[in-house]
Each structure stands twice: as C-alpha cells, then as structure tokens.
C-alpha cells in the first residue's frame, strides 16, 4: 500500500510538473515563443554541429524545432502517463486512461494557444502530440508486460 501510495504522488508530481511546462509555454505569445525557439535552434544547432551530425539532420531540425520539441515534450508525458497507469495495475483499462489523458493534455494545450496573442491551434500539434505520447505508452506497457512474464516464470 505505501509502495502505491509513493508511486501515486511520484507519478502527480512529475505529470503536474511537465503539463505545467508545456501549458506555461502554450500560453506564451507569439513573439516570447518564436524567442525561445530561436535560442533553442541555435543551441541545437550548435550540439549538432559539435557532434558532427549529418548535415541533412542538422537542417532538419533547425527547421522544424518547434516540432521536435512538441514530440519531445509529449514522448515524455506519454511515458508518465503510462508510468502512471501501469504502477495501478489497471491492464488494458490503464491503457485507454493513459491515452485519454494524454489526448486530453494535447487537447488542452492547443486550446490555450486560442487565447495567446499571435498564436493559434493546430489539428497537426494534437496529431504529432498524441503520436509521439502514444509510442511511450506503449513502449511502457510492453516493457511491464515483459517484466510481468519473468517475474510470473520464477514462480
């Protein structure tokens, strides 16, 4: 009971700390935003390039960093999601909450952008949000269902 009690509030916290995150940045306007993006291109840009990346990557990623950094974002909350669910032991009905809450985060999030000075939503950021939680999800699962089986063929 106490191990699902730390799991529950580990679990919050974290969830609670990332969609603050990435809702305090939704809410940011246009210009703020682009700021950010602009500096995080450079930084990447220079990571890449320090590390000797392929020049096609590199390009890539400078150009579409806002969208790297949404499938970053959500591939994170999407493996705390499933953290979450799979530490309660809700199988399959765990599944589909992990994924509602994430479809709902990505709903939100672009729902906020509605309200921020030279922002708007995107259908595309709710489908690349929800893809890339999806893949750790499931990812998490698959990995608990492995444990699962080698802790059941000790017995």
Same mark, same amino acid.
């Given at each position: 009971?106490?191990?699902?009690?730390?799991?529950?509030?580990?679990?919050?916290?974290?969830?609670?700390?990332? @969609?603050?995150?990435?809702?305090?940045?939704?809410?940011?306007?246009?210009?703020?935003?682009?700021?950010?993006?602009?500096?995080?291109?450079?930084?990447?840009?220079? @990571?890449?390039?320090?590390?000797?990346?392929?020049?096609?990557?590199? @390009?890539?990623?400078?150009?579409?960093?806002?969208?790297?950094?949404?499938?970053?974002?959500?591939?994170?909350?999407?493996?705390?999601?499933?953290?979450?669910?799979?530490?309660?032991?809700?199988?399959?009905?765990?599944?589909?909450?992990?994924? *509602?809450?994430?479809?709902?985060?990505?709903?939100?999030?672009?729902?906020?952008?509605?309200?921020?000075?030279?922002?708007?939503?995107?259908?595309?950021?709710?489908?690349?949000?929800?893809? *890339?939680?999806? @893949?750790?999800?499931?990812?998490?699962?698959?990995?608990?269902?492995?444990?699962?089986?080698?802790?059941?063929?000790?017995?």
């Amino acid at each position: 009971m106490k191990n699902r009690k730390l799991h529950l509030a580990v679990s919050l916290s974290l969830i609670f700390l990332t @969609v603050g995150f990435i809702w305090i940045n939704s809410a940011l306007s246009g210009q703020d935003s682009g700021a950010i993006s602009d500096r995080v291109r450079q930084i990447m840009y220079k @990571v890449l390039e320090f590390i000797r990346a392929p020049e096609e990557l590199t @390009v890539f990623l400078s150009e579409h960093v806002r969208k790297v950094a949404h499938a970053v974002e959500y591939a994170v909350i999407g493996f705390e999601f499933g953290f979450l669910w799979v530490g309660l032991g809700k199988g399959f009905q765990g599944l589909w909450n992990a994924w *509602s809450s994430l479809l709902a985060t990505a709903v939100f999030d672009e729902t906020i952008q509605l309200f921020a000075t030279d922002r708007g939503p995107q259908i595309t950021d709710v489908l690349l949000d929800t893809a *890339s939680g999806t @893949v750790l999800i499931l990812i998490v699962y698959i990995v608990a269902i492995i444990i699962g089986c080698i802790r059941n063929s000790g017995k």
